[in-house]
Nanobody, 128 residues
Framework: QVHLVESGGGSVQAGGSLRLSCAVS???????????VAWYRQAPGKEREGVAG???????SYADSVKGRFIISQDNTKNILDLQMNSLKPEDTAMYLC???????????????????WGQGTQVTVSS
């Protein structure tokens, strides 16, 4: 079993920044670098959207809506996945979830069906 726990969400005004973290652990979890990892978000009434991801070669992928504003990174020594979110907009308001996959078959597309391990999420609210 692989466990993912998000933290760092909160409320911020438009133009502000937040940094989300995801701690990954588990009995069946081996090397963090061997997993494809990603951040997703889901707003009320909307479908879950892949925001950013890192594959097992360290390549990154971003949704067009966050390119140039969000930065995804991972610390393989601490098994932490981060998402630095800058220049936040009200439309970034959502529940943010981290996810892990053994294979990202659809890379660079962040296909939800590739990810078998999910966290519970952390809420981000951006006010105008």
């Amino acid at each position: 079993q692989v466990h993912l726990v998000e933290s760092g969400g909160g409320s911020v005004q438009a133009g502000g920044s937040l940094r989300l973290s995801c701690a990954v652990s588990g009995d069946s979890f081996s090397e963090f670098s061997e997993y494809c990892v990603a951040w997703y978000r889901q707003a009320p009434g909307k479908e879950r959207e892949g925001v950013a991801g890192i594959d097992t070669d360290g390549r990154t992928s971003y949704a067009d809506s966050v390119k140039g504003r969000f930065i995804i990174s991972q610390d393989n020594t601490k098994n932490i996945l981060d998402l630095q979110m800058n220049s936040l907009k009200p439309e970034d308001t959502a529940m943010y979830l981290c996810a892990a996959a053994v294979f990202c078959v659809s890379w660079p597309n962040l296909s939800e069906s590739d990810f078998g391990y999910w966290g519970q999420g952390t809420q981000v609210t951006v006010s105008s």
